[in-house]
């Protein structure tokens, strides 16, 4: 250990543990609220939910005290390392997992359950920023573009089938990283027009589509400088390509999707046109969504108080401790509470990015990426589920969500990139 | 570019979150949550509806226990339906709908089974109920009569309906309101306050305990009881003269305007619209559209007054300077209007105020009714003068009592003869029929009451009202306990009490005379009229009489209408006479006329007009 737990701590970004800590403070103070009982009102009762969820802070409290003291390239040298017991560790599952909820997504080591795909977000986050920053690697190159893609895509592939979309959606947001440093933006352009294509062919059509965009088309030619030349035939290919793509969506959305698949989008860009079988939809399907976004809106500005949530203690939101745990401070604490978490969380990631963007050592900052890329995807999903602007997608709320693997390796993740910033000046010397 | 995409993405997020969030905690936000809250259930604890006494403090309503079998059809174990319907009274296919009709609504929450048990079948199940696992007996509150009058005046209560919950946001679906009578005009001091219990339930509706510890609980607050006007014993002994008899009778108390009887025949048993049989016999009450039992006659029949108006025609010209006292005219058997006789049964001879009343001579009344306007100008103006002073006996008004329903009755006036006639188109003989109550006056029987009230107090009347104590306590309400006086001078009643007591010494009613007991009083033989297929019939003449007693300071005034009684003295003359010496002196002496009261009735008048054959008007049967 060449630098001392002192300068670890005089060097720590103690605006973003203070921000950590009070998002942990205020998630577990809501999972207090959601899970608490006249029967088990004490706080340190671990049989109770949010009784584990304290040692789960106490583990984690830990853990960031050995992450701190660990060496800074203890994590760059090991990280393939990880990322290969994480690979394993998926493939595990295969054979020794334990089935929740129909999901086969953890070890049962007794006092605790894991969930590696947990792991695998920290593992994958440090392989891809190793990997990126080697020497040898250019990421103009298409051969490197494939391999850092595989990378994030080995994992998702595994979590995928247990199943578990939610989680194998997050490895998704490591593109960022990528993006962050050198992949060509037009892959961003593609994948935004994909997703683009897709929700207006549900919405109106493939032959709005087509002609929209045959009108664009003329429109464009018709304003074009007379000295530009268009590419005919590329352009024709293109519009072709669109236009069967619209089509393929039509084919995927009526004959891969699932009913509750097609039901979630149904509801989500109110494609269902009868206002009664809309709100049939919403009451059922939407269940979980309808009965979040009505205790948030009866939290009102200022909230029903701390234990006072009436729909949280009749339990009308399933799963409120975990993915649902928003609506609780939304009930609870109102517009107020909503809106002070939303701007932690923002002013967390704003944050991170600024400490990022000051990192000499090309590791650490893709590696900072990473940790965002995967906060803010966990977030942004989350709570645009939970107030109802994105379609039901079961992930947690970092630090928030009730989980012992969760809140450990969410504080992994974001120690690590805090131990590598605090390192920073050493790499100079 | 690289570097700010990501910031600025988290940017946009956090605003779009901030957003939706404002939208839907500030302006989706609607305060009246608690009740919309499906977390919190209000329990109501329904407090005793307060009792009604009489005048005496007799008992008139209160309340009795109903039993309602209730069912929770997810905790119903199997069970033997055959012994178990036999102990409800049902058979086995009401109880199997019964039941489904049950789950229907909800697994969960309990549904009425049967409602309203008898005492008898209550007792009998409740010592077997525990048997029955998912069956429980709730305990009503109904309201129980302790007498089978007055059903007009007392009213009723019903389940609240759509429009009142609409209207009054304390009522809940199911609960009972006062639908007539003092039960609905005294609604808020009978109910008193329900308590309500918030619950707060869990997604599946099970109870998890109160809400906020019960600190937003409140206590039930009783009703109170009420005492009323009316004397029970005069109540009842009218409504037992009225067997058989269509009209109303309404007695006074003119130092107080206190109602002492408000009768309608037919009417019916206050208990009819109680428990089990209630709607069956609402039903019946409600369609029989001959009797119109739930058409309470004291209070909206507005009809020609006939004679007793004289009174008012006499004070009027009184007061005008028309006549005085001693005016005569003279009587052949009618009088002239044009060349148009009118007939007169008085007898015929020149009459002055005092024989013009006791023997209700018209001849007398058409010429003081033409002397009052020959005091003005213009028929206009005395139509003017003669609406004022007619207007200050609470004719042609609604009075202003305390019963929800009424009828203003009709005091035409200079506007309304214009309509008809054309300005300037009409005299005093053109609307003649007034000056002996046929023609356009009409009034309901509660006015000719407290028209005859004013008369006894010499010119003055208290609003009448049914409204004694509350709590036990004499109520103050100046709309009742101040007097409001007519236009009419005080001077000039006493010739016409005078004339109105000669009624009973020599006049019409000289047989209908109580011992000891001076009584004023006067007939009233009304022409009328009906539609038979169009065509329009004449029917018997209307009984009416109006009386107060004793002359000098009066106790009672009453006014009694009976439909197509025949003349003044006969039904109207006698029950008037025997209501007086009831309440006046507690039994009855005259026992032959009581007796002839009670045996007869008017049936088959009132089925003449329906039997499709012709028929004769008038007839003297006794």
């Known amino acids: ?187 961003l352009g593609i994948g935004f027009m994909v997703i683009l294509i897709f929700i207006f062919t549900l919405m109106f059509g493939t032959i709005w589509v087509g002609i929209i965009l045959g009108l664009l088309l003329a429109l464009f030619l018709l304003l074009k400088k007379p000295s530009f030349k268009v590419p005919i035939i590329p352009v024709a290919l293109i519009y072709i390509a669109i236009v069967l793509f619209s089509l393929s969506v039509n084919f995927v959305f009526n004959s891969v999707f699932e009913q509750r698949h097609r039901d979630r989008f149904s509801l989500w860009l109110r494609l269902e046109k009868d206002p009664k079988k809309l709100e049939q939809i919403r009451r059922d399907i939407g269940y979980n969504t309808y009965q979040s976004e009505k205790a948030i809106e009866s939290g009102g500005l200022s909230g029903k108080g701390f234990l006072e949530g009436t729909r949280t203690k009749g339990d009308f939101v399933p799963e409120q401790h975990t993915d649902y745990i928003f609506s609780t401070v939304g009930e609870e604490w109102g517009f107020v509470g909503t809106a002070t978490v939303v701007i932690l969380f923002t002013t967390l990631l704003l944050r991170l990015v600024y400490l990022s963007e000051r990192q000499k050592n090309d590791f650490s900052r893709m590696y900072g990426y990473g940790v965002i890329s995967i906060l803010f995807v966990h977030y942004f999903i989350n709570i645009g589920m939970v107030i109802g602007v994105l379609p039901t997608i079961g992930i947690p709320l970092p630090f928030f969500s009730y989980g012992g693997s969760g809140l450990l390796f969410f504080t992994a993740l974001l120690f690590i990139f805090l131990k590598l910033d605090a390192n920073r000046l050493n790499e100079l010397t | 570019m690289r570097k700010i995409l990501l910031s600025s993405i ?296 006939g004679s007793p108006f004289k009174t008012i025609n006499a004070l009027v010209a009184l007061q005008e300077g028309a006549i005085t006292p001693e005016t005569t005219f003279h009587c052949y058997n009618g009088f002239y209007v044009g060349k148009r006789k009118r007939g007169c049964h008085c007898g015929g001879g020149t009459r002055n105020l005092n024989s013009g009343i006791y023997l209700s001579c018209n001849a007398y009344f058409a010429g003081a009714f033409r002397k009052i306007y020959d005091q003005f100008p213009t028929s206009a103006e005395g139509m003017d003068a003669w609406e004022k002073h007619v207007k200050s006996f609470g004719l042609g008004t609604f009075l202003g009592y305390d019963l929800p329903t009424g009828r203003p009755g009709r005091i035409p006036n200079k506007e309304y003869y214009n309509r008809i006639y054309g300005e300037n188109r009409w005299s005093s003989s053109t609307i003649i029929s007034n000056s002996i109550g046929q023609g356009e006056v009409e009034v309901t029987p509660i006015q000719l009451a407290n028209m005859t009230a004013a008369i006894a107090n010499r010119g003055h009347y208290f609003t009448p009202h049914v409204l004694k104590k509350i709590g036990g306590e004499d109520i103050s309400i100046p709309e009742f306990t101040e007097a409001k006086h007519t236009t009419i001078d005080k001077k000039y009643f006493e010739p016409v009490v005078q004339g109105m007591a000669e009624v009973y010494k020599k006049g019409t009613a000289a047989r209908l005379q109580i011992e000891g007991v001076e009584i004023a009083g006067k007939t009233g033989t009304v022409e009328n009229f009906t539609r038979i297929n169009g065509i329009r019939t004449q029917l018997t003449d209307n009984s009416v009489f109006v009386a107060f007693a004793p002359v000098d300071n009066p106790k009672i005034a009453i006014a009694v209408y009976i439909e197509n009684g025949y003349f003044g003295s006969r039904y109207a003359g006698h029950i008037a006479s025997l209501m007086i010496e009831k309440y006046l002196k507690g039994e009855i002496t005259r026992v032959d006329l009581e007796k002839r009261m009670l045996e007869k009735t008017l049936e088959q008048e009132y089925a003449k007009p329906y039997s499709g054959q012709p028929f004769k008007i008038n007839e003297r049967v006794w």
């Open chain 1, 1 to 187: 250990m060449s630098v001392s737990g002192k300068s670890v701590l005089k060097r720590l970004d103690w605006f973003s543990v203070l921000i950590y800590i009070s998002l942990v403070f205020i998630g577990w103070i809501n999972i207090y609220s959601s899970t608490f009982t006249d029967d088990n009102p004490s706080i340190f009762n671990f049989a109770s939910l949010h009784g584990k969820q304290l040692f789960f802070i106490g583990t984690s409290a830990v853990s960031i005290i050995i992450i701190l003291a660990l060496e800074a390239n203890f994590y760059e040298r090991f990280s393939s390392l990880f990322y290969i017991i994480s690979l394993a560790l998926l493939l595990g599952l295969f054979v020794f997992g334990k089935t929740i909820a129909g999901a086969t997504s953890w070890y049962d080591l007794g006092f605790f359950n894991l969930q590696p795909s947990e792991f695998a977000k920290v593992a994958t986050a440090l392989a891809l920023a190793k990997y990126l920053s080697d020497i040898q690697t250019d990421i103009k190159r298409k051969k490197d573009q494939m391999i850092s893609l595989l990378i994030i895509l080995i994992p998702a592939f595994l979590i995928i089938p247990q199943p578990d979309p939610g989680s194998a959606l997050v490895f998704f947001a490591l593109i960022f990283v990528i993006f962050r440093e050198g992949l060509p933006l037009y892959y």
């Open chain 2, 10 to 305: 988290i940017l946009l997020v956090g605003l779009t979150f901030i957003g939706r969030l404002s939208y839907l905690q500030i302006f989706s936000f609607s305060p009246n949550q608690i009740l919309e809250d499906p977390a919190i259930k209000a329990v109501y604890d329904y407090p005793e509806r307060g009792y009604i006494y009489d005048r005496n403090g007799n008992l008139l309503v209160a309340n009795q226990p109903a039993y309602d079998v209730m069912v929770i059809p997810r905790e119903v174990k199997p069970l033997d339906t055959l012994e178990f319907c036999n102990l409800l009274g049902i058979d086995k296919e009401r109880f199997i709908s019964q039941l489904n009709k049950a789950r229907v609504y909800s697994p969960r929450l309990p549904s009425v089974m049967v409602p309203q048990l008898s005492k008898e079948d209550y007792g009998r199940l409740q010592e077997k109920m525990r048997r029955y696992e998912g069956f429980y007996i709730q305990k009503r509150s109904l309201r129980y009569y302790d007498t089978h009058s007055g059903a007009n005046v007392l009213g009723y209560i019903s389940e609240v309906n759509e429009w009142d919950l609409e209207r009054n946001p304390s009522y809940a679906a199911g609960e009972l309101k006062g639908t007539t009578g003092i039960e609905k005009e005294y609604e808020t001091i009978l109910r008193g306050r329900k308590g309500v219990k918030y619950i707060q339930k869990d997604r599946f509706n099970r109870d998890i305990g109160p809400y906020k510890s019960g600190t937003l609980d409140t206590l039930p607050e009783q009703g109170r009881q009420i005492t009323v006007t009316i004397d029970k014993i005069l109540q009842e002994y009218g409504e037992k003269l009225m067997t058989g008899k269509h009209g109303g009778i309404v007695a006074l108390e003119p130092a107080s305007g206190e109602i002492l009887a408000l009768i309608s025949g037919p009417t019916y048993d206050p208990a009819l619209l109680v428990g089990r049989e209630r709607s069956k016999n609402y039903s019946k009450l409600h369609y029989d559209t001959i009797s119109k039992p739930t058409f309470d006659r004291s209070i909206l029949a507005s009809q020609s007054p």
